[in-house]
């Protein structure tokens, strides 16, 4: 009796992540067929999105591991379930994560029901830096092996029926060694850089990418005495914690320390800055997160301990959840950190697992 080969379909970004995921899947016996994805159109005055040229690499290595690459445009999807929201954020003076929507709505939504229910998949794919442990009959998710490159604070969304059918076949190595097999293997993409910027959109400005969508509005920036000392042309243009841009350095009878932007005033169009990075202003004591995953659907006794990151780039802190309802949770951290932006998401681990997370509404100041 012959038994069928497991099919995968998996999103080839172009990238040496997703090409060498497709090399592996096809390594261990998977009938391996290759997507890409066009989510954004080409019509911006900068030219910022280098779609075409990675479907043009994309193409080459489905032709060099001979993979078929079905291809599929998802852009007035993007635009409708993602980039809208995106704006929306910024327009209400947060800053969103148009990542961690993408892989919701997108990635693990239209790209997951199109390859089981069009291309009969098993399986999908994707390149990330991150892992599934199936344990007791339940589907886990885990942080890469590589700390540097694990991607698990992007996925939370996720729920354990789809990591049954989601494989992450690099999840398990280094960033260098995934480059050193594209290398040895022969594929182009060996050194080609890693991308940068809003998810399927590419490197960009991101001040003169809003300008486009968002109409600029000046307004004061002030201290949090209530001093005027700059002005601004728009608060969408800076974040909570952001030094740079800010155009206020150097002034006479203030402490020669920089400053950071600590809120927003919507009400007023005010930008509220302090001096020092170690500013009580700058520091929250905890935050209100709403829409809220669990990715194993675990009902928690209260208070509940765990580690949070409140962005990519951080290290986690020890926490507590407080409270939980059907809107909100309440966390509370063991020591104050710096910048908690609302927007963004605070995502949870019990060690190597990521358990879930949610959107950050408001943070609880230190002061």
Same mark, same amino acid.
């Given at each position: 009796?012959?038994?069928?080969?497991?099919?995968?379909?998996?999103?080839?970004?172009?990238?040496?992540?997703?090409?060498?995921?497709?090399?592996?899947?096809?390594?261990?016996?998977?009938?391996?067929?290759?997507?890409?994805?066009?989510?954004?159109?080409?019509?911006?005055?900068?030219?910022?999105?280098?779609?075409? =040229?990675?479907?043009?690499?994309?193409?080459?290595?489905?032709?060099?591991?001979?993979?078929?690459?079905?291809?599929?445009?998802?852009?007035?999807?993007?635009?409708?379930?993602?980039?809208?929201?995106?704006?929306?954020?910024?327009?209400?003076?947060?800053?969103?994560?148009?990542?961690?929507?993408?892989?919701? =709505?997108?990635?693990?939504?239209?790209?997951?029901?199109?390859?089981?229910?069009?291309?009969?998949?098993?399986?999908?794919?994707?390149?990330?830096?991150?892992?599934?442990?199936?344990k007791n009959g339940i589907n886990y998710l885990l942080k890469a092996i590589d700390r540097n490159k694990d991607q698990s604070y992007f996925l939370y969304t996720l729920q354990s029926h789809q990591l049954e059918r989601i494989l992450f076949p690099i999840g398990a190595f280094k960033k260098n060694k995934i480059r050193m097999i594209a290398k040895k293997i022969g594929l182009k993409v060996a050194e080609k850089k890693d991308s940068t910027g809003i998810c399927f959109i590419g490197p960009k400005n991101i001040n003169n990418f809003l300008s486009y969508y968002i109409k600029e509005k000046k307004g004061n920036i002030v201290t949090i005495n209530g001093e005027i000392i700059g002005s601004h042309n728009g608060l969408f243009y800076y974040t909570l914690g952001q030094r740079k841009g800010l155009k206020i350095g150097g002034m006479k009878d203030k402490y020669n320390m920089p400053w950071y932007v600590v809120s927003k005033n919507i009400q007023t169009n005010s930008l509220i800055v302090a001096q020092g990075l170690s500013n009580p202003y700058l520091m929250s004591i905890g935050l209100i997160a709403e829409k809220i995953n669990w990715i194993n659907n675990i009902k928690f006794k209260l208070p509940f301990f765990c580690k949070a990151k409140t962005r990519y780039r951080q290290n986690e802190v020890s926490c507590q959840i407080k409270y939980i309802d059907n809107l909100y949770i309440k966390i509370l951290f063991d020591i104050p950190i710096i910048a908690v932006t609302p927007g963004q998401s605070v995502v949870f681990y019990l060690s190597d697992t990521c358990i879930g997370g949610g959107i950050i509404k408001c943070k609880l100041p230190l002061l």
């Open positions: 009796m012959i038994t069928r080969k497991k099919k995968v379909i998996i999103a080839m970004s172009g990238g040496v992540d997703s090409s060498v995921a497709a090399w592996f899947l096809k390594k261990n016996d998977y009938l391996v067929e290759g997507l890409f994805m066009k989510n954004w159109e080409e019509n911006d005055k900068e030219n910022y999105c280098h779609a075409a =040229e990675d479907l043009y690499d994309a193409e080459n290595v489905c032709k060099k591991l001979n993979i078929y690459l079905h291809k599929i445009n998802f852009s007035q999807e993007y635009w409708e379930q993602v980039f809208k929201n995106f704006l929306n954020e910024y327009k209400k003076g947060n800053t969103p994560n148009p990542d961690i929507l993408c892989n919701k =709505e997108i990635k693990f939504k239209l790209f997951f029901n199109y390859a089981v229910e069009h291309l009969q998949a098993d399986y999908i794919a994707t390149g990330h830096y991150a892992r599934i442990l199936k």
